[in-house]
């Protein structure tokens, strides 16, 4: 199934002046739960039932915010790897730059090889609103 996406007109913010141009936005299709996933999981295999996969799962929640809190990229093989990232005000000099001139963070999805792929071979359909 190809990528839904809908248009948007948007200003060019640095020249107001400039004509407004149209750009895609991705338009979500539906959500998958993490139940949903462990029951697809757990359908694949023949070993472990979907409540031991969303227990796995819930863990594995648990520790990925443990680690990216301690400063830490986790990373998941081929899947991809997680890392916080900060966004901050300038100061003139580093020794006139503190903490409370950040502000804030966000975590950071870099894809493995195997979600990349998937990009490389997306299709897209335009939907209305």
């Not at 830490?72 to 006139?96: H, N, P």
Request: glycine content about 8%; overall charge positive.
């Amino acid at each position: 199934m190809p990528v839904q996406y809908t248009l948007t007109q948007k200003g060019n913010p640095s020249n107001p002046e400039a004509p407004k141009k149209f750009y895609a936005n991705a338009k979500a299709s539906g959500e998958v739960s993490f139940k949903s996933l462990s029951k697809e999981i757990a359908g694949s295999s023949t070993t472990v039932s979907d409540t031991d996969v969303l227990a796995v799962l819930n863990e594995l929640n648990k520790l990925l915010g443990k680690h990216l809190s301690e400063g830490k990229i986790v990373r998941f093989g081929d899947f991809g790897s997680f890392q916080i990232t900060l966004s901050s005000e300038g100061a003139e000099t580093e020794e006139k730059f503190n903490s409370s001139l950040i502000k804030g963070g966000k975590i950071a999805f870099r894809p493995g090889s195997d979600l990349k792929e998937v990009l490389a071979v997306l299709k897209y359909e335009k939907v209305s609103k």
